[in-house]
């Protein structure tokens, strides 16, 4: 179920924001209290903030990971910054 699955992500990833999306009530007063649930049906603006508060509660990234712009702007040696 996806319950099991975010919690197999959460143990090999602990850094991933995971956010679970139900309509059922029983399954998010369960999922609740470990990840971020959303509840069907949902408005836009609600998705947008579940996300958002998701990415942002989420540990930063290593150190070695490189920012794709930073990539960008080094592949093209004509591009102006």
Do not use: C, H, M, W
């Not at 009530?25 to 949902?42: H, I, N, T, W």
């Not at 794709?68 to 093209?76: E, G, P, S, T």
Request: charged letters at 25%; aromatic letters at 4%; a positive charge.
């Amino acid at each position: 179920d996806g319950l099991g699955l975010a919690r197999a992500i959460r143990e090999r990833n602990p850094r991933l924001p995971i956010v679970l999306v139900t309509g059922f009530s029983d399954s998010a007063a369960v999922a609740g209290s470990e990840f971020p649930v959303l509840r069907k049906p949902y408005r836009l603006a609600d998705l947008s903030r579940t996300i958002a508060n998701a990415i942002g509660d989420a540990a930063p990234p290593p150190s070695n990971l490189v920012r794709l712009q930073d990539v960008k702007r080094n592949a093209d040696p004509n591009r102006r910054s």
